[in-house]
């Protein structure tokens, strides 16, 4: 059983910083890969930020320069760091893990919202 459980989430105002963390659990052999993907209402779920194995990371355009993902020490855990927080950030954030020979696991999500 694997489990991921995020935190960080909440209200803040535009130009404010918030830290997403996302800590995994369970059988897990090894991880390729986690990221953090955000979904607004009306909207379908899309990428925001991935950080591989290798330390490799790939950004939507809308979060280059702003946003900022890492992997803590025990490479179980990963984080967000959000600054210069706009409106239209404002999101439920999902956190996602890719294990090797497991496939892709999701979080419960955590709401963001970003008041003008």
């Known amino acids: 059983q694997v489990r991921l459980v995020e935190s960080g989430g909440g209200l803040v105002q535009a130009g404010g910083s918030l830290r997403l963390s996302c800590v995994a659990s369970g059988s897990i052999f090894s991880i390729s890969a986690m990221g953090w993907y955000r979904q607004a209402p009306g909207n379908q779920r899309e990428l925001v930020a991935t950080i591989t194995s290798g330390g490799s990371t790939n950004y939507v355009d809308s979060a280059k320069g702003r946003f900022t993902i890492s992997r803590g020490n025990a490479k179980n855990t990963v984080y967000l760091q959000m600054n210069s927080l706009k409106p239209e950030d404002t999101a439920v954030y999902y956190c996602?893990?890719?294990?090797?020979?497991?496939?892709?696991?999701w979080g419960q999500g955590t709401q963001i919202t970003v008041s003008s």
């Open positions: 996602k893990i890719t294990a090797r020979g497991m496939g892709d696991y």
